[in-house]
């Protein structure tokens, strides 16, 4: 039996059009990079037209996210590229934002 596909054409060129990124849009079809490219290379050749989408071309951190008993362990790769992308999206360092964030859950 053949799995359904999310691939929604309306969705997908709506989405595109609202200016939403590549993230926003995988998480909205709670589908990987991957398939979304091929969404995207499938309604591109529908419409005939090309379509660019922030963080398309984006490298994807390295590593994987483990589950275990104790919690979530981060591959040192993932890690620091989620360290730096917080950073540069904050505009501050590690310190701050551990202070801003505890200070806040009180």
Known sequence: MPVASKFDAMKLRTMITEGKTAQQIMDAFDIP??????????????????YKIEGMDARVASGSV????????????????????????LGTDDNYFCASTSASAM
């Open 33 to 50: 990079k991957t398939t979304l490219k091929n969404h995207l290379t499938k309604l591109m050749t529908l419409d005939e037209k090309f």
């Open 66 to 89: 483990k589950f275990s008993g104790t919690g979530l362990r981060l591959s040192p790769t993932l890690l620091a590229n989620y360290s730096a992308q917080r950073q540069l999206l």
